[in-house]
């Protein structure tokens, strides 16, 4: 029993370790793991994410713009936020804010935005300055309270990397589309959550995190369909970010939705009862997914 045990382990841990690893069973070498055969290349489908059908205004016979807040403290949306050593596993492998950033350096994902209206184009070299920190250690202020230059080795530079991530903002389209008779989700941007440095650096207990960019998450769709995501029921078989948030794959809470006070958040007409804020945010989604519902209602 403990050797079956044994082998089930190492297996499972196998399993583990080829996650998106293609062509594994078949590889003489470790350099020809994770590469296509030919009859593979024949066979695949275009790898590219199926584009969004088109859907005219006069289709739409009602809709609703939501703004939620995806926190990756909970277990369920873990997917989004490991793995945070990316340099062990590889480059092939990476969490839902390394593969933003990542294909935003290397042009992939060529519009960012400073909010979620997408009125105001962030540049890269603008972009970088947010994602770069530099902190002065206490000897470098008792230098500079003496009077003194501050020596460089008490400054420190760090990057805003994965382990400061706190969650995702997003926002989306509800809509119910009266030819298919149907009401649907389309993501339109999506916005990476961190600590302030400031906050960081002081410790400040509840502090609250904030904005680092918004990406059109249409112009961002092949990027992350390109990007693999751990699969826990078949790592042969890995997802990608675009088929888990298009999927709605993930616990969010609703914080804002459009209306006539200037889209004015939860917070700002249920203040200080968190209780309170959880359930109306619960109460708007309610009544988005009853929607459907009463519409075949006589």
């Given at each position: 029993m403990k050797t079956k045990s044994f082998f089930t382990i190492a297996f499972m841990f196998l399993i583990s370790y080829s996650y998106g690893q293609i062509n594994i069973l078949n590889a003489d070498t470790p350099e020809e793991i994770g590469v296509k055969t030919n009859e593979q290349i024949d066979k695949g489908a275009v790898e590219e994410p199926?584009?969004?059908g088109y859907v005219g205004d006069r289709d739409?016979?009602?809709s609703k713009n939501t703004w939620e807040y995806i926190d990756l403290n909970q277990r369920v949306n873990f997917p989004l936020l490991y793995p945070l050593d990316t340099g062990r596993l590889g480059t092939n492998r990476l969490s839902l804010y390394h593969v933003l950033l990542k294909n935003i350096r290397n042009g992939?994902?060529?519009?960012?935005?400073?909010d979620s209206y997408f009125t105001r184009e962030r540049t890269l070299q603008e972009l970088q300055a947010t994602l770069h920190r530099t902190d002065t250690l206490p000897q470098g202020y008792a230098q500079l309270n003496a009077g003194e230059?501050?020596?460089p080795q008490f400054i420190t530079h760090t990057d805003v990397g994965g382990a400061d991530l706190q969650g995702f903002r997003i926002r989306g389209y509800?809509?119910?589309d009266k030819k298919q008779g149907a009401l649907k989700y389309r993501l339109l941007g999506i916005c990476p959550m961190v600590i302030g440095s400031y906050a960081k650096k002081m410790n400040l207990q509840d502090a609250e995190p904030v904005e680092l960019f918004w990406v059109f998450y249409p112009s961002a769709r092949k990027a992350l369909y390109n990007a693999k995501v751990f699969n826990p029921y078949n790592s042969a078989h890995p997802l990608n970010f675009d088929q888990i948030l298009n999927a709605?794959?993930?616990h969010a809470v609703i914080y804002k939705t459009d209306n006539k006070y200037g889209d004015r958040p939860i917070r700002d007409y249920i203040g200080d009862n968190a209780l309170k804020q959880l359930l109306e945010s619960r109460h708007i989604k309610k009544e988005i997914r009853a929607f459907e519902a009463n519409m075949w209602n006589y």
């Open positions: 199926i584009p969004y739409i016979l009602w992939n994902i060529k519009h960012v935005y400073a230059e501050i020596d509800w809509y119910f709605r794959r993930f």
